[in-house]
């Protein structure tokens, strides 16, 4: 199989050499020019020097292999490969097509990153035992697996031992997606969980926090339930105080009247009421300090958040299901001390520390001033860099690293370029012993240097204040 690559106005094609000379007449032939299959490149045969060659659309496209050239596969990367061999079968089965003619290799498989799909090369007259193939495919995926990624280095590895087996069938491969899912769904709702669980543990911490506090608060308001109307803290202790000094006074008084006491002025009786008033408030006072210290030190506020934090994680941890022990065989192990480690950081993550809740107080306290910030302290410098050819219009791109991606698709894109022209995935430059190598990417509009629009596949060395045209974006590059 020969591959060339060739580019028209504003379109990037493949053009595939197959062995056999392709016969127009056949079915396959017509079923794949004939119509829109949703998997596969729209393609078009054309004639050249006596052979019928086909030209498969790869505008705005990507090959896996050069996609995945520094990538790591994380498991959205292979629902979307694996998901995508699943539905193209199912549009082999809809259209009556030979699945053997289908191209399994990573530089025939193009993906859409803004649609995250994959579309596939049929090759009529290329006949290849499919589940061969796929196995190859399965191979190649394993080393690029991101094993940080526990549901990847399952489903990879769980598709790889399926591949293994005699019976292989592709509602195995459905299987091993339906099950990542199904245990991405209960992982899910056991996230679910620790949050609730996080935010009873913020509701109750609140509330002691509260009622620690208002012990001493001065404003004399206590604690009350919701839905009750906020009650004044000490009122019916100074309206007992106050009757206590009622009845001793008229206790006195009648004592004086009847005799039992010598004759005493009212000055004294007044007196002697309000130094046994004062005295009961006073060991009355101390009494209930006793029993109510007041506001907790900030240790023993830490203790109980991480007290209640162990007691809330050890119970709502209890539900997670181990992951498969891969182990020799090219993967790590992710158990359940891994899983109980990232539930237990997410619940710390609700319960804000003292520091936080002062700097929170802070901030409300201050709405409309800032940390002062010196703008020009983030800024970064490279060994080389393309600079706007005219100043200020677009960003200085740094290449930093030994791969920069140039495009307008943020996610995608180490670089990007907010340009209506310029494609989501446009070029790359590579570094490479110090020299500095661009490609164009498959995109609509090219890439050219000093005026010369690059071919597609073409590595062209970069020179000190070379001209690059991505579209409309002009740069210089400087080393």
Known sequence: M???????MNHNYLILYGEDEINTDAYQVRMLVGNVIPSVLKCRIQGMDGRFLIYFDITSKQALNILYEERKMKIEDLNLIFGGFVQVMDDAAEYLINPGQ??????????????????????????????????????YILPK???????????????????????????????????????????????????KSGEENQDVLNIHIQEDYLEDDESGMEFVR???????????????????????????????????????????????????????MLVTYIIKKKKNPGIYPRKNIRERENETLRKKTKTNTEIKTNTADYDKSGSEWFGRDSLEMSEINKVKQQIPTEEKREKRLYEQSHPDYGETVVLSA????GPASLVSKEP????????????????????????????????????????????????????????????????????????????????????????
């Open 392 to 479: 200020g219009e677009l960003a200085t791109i740094y290449l930093n690293e030994d791969l920069t991606v140039i495009g307008k698709l943020e996610n995608a894109c180490d670089a990007v370029i907010d340009l209506p022209t310029v494609s989501r995935i446009h070029a790359k430059i590579r570094k490479r012993e110090e020299a500095y190598y661009l490609t164009d990417m498959n995109s609509r509009n090219g890439t050219s240097v000093n005026g010369r629009l690059l071919r597609p596949e073409e590595e062209y060395q970069l020179e000190p204040e070379d001209e690059i045209d991505f579209a409309q974006a002009r740069y210089i590059f400087l080393s």
């Open 102 to 139: 289908f191209l399994l290799s990573p530089e025939y498989m193009y993906a859409d990153v803004e649609k995250k799909k994959i579309y596939f090369c049929m090759m009529p007259g290329y006949e290849k035992d499919i589940k061969n193939q796929f196995q190859l495919l399965a191979e």
């Open 145 to 195: 697996i991101d094993h940080e990624d526990s549901q990847a280095v399952l489903l990879g590895y769980g598709v790889y031992k399926r591949t293994m087996e005699d019976c292989f069938h592709l509602e195995h491969i459905k299987e091993e997606l339906y099950k990542v899912q199904g245990q991405k769904d209960r992982e899910k709702e056991a996230e679910k969980d620790i949050w």
């Open 226 to 280: 919701e839905g009750e109307a906020p009650k004044k803290r000490g009122l019916l202790y100074k309206a007992g105080m106050i009757g206590v000094a009622a009845v001793l006074l008229c206790l006195i008084t009648v004592a004086v009247l009847s005799g039992y006491l010598p004759y005493m002025e009212t000055g004294t009786v007044l007196g002697i009421i309000i130094v046994l008033a004062t005295g009961v």
């Open 378 to 381: 983030g800024a970064v410098s």
């Open 2 to 8: 020969r591959a060339e690559y060739k580019r028209d």
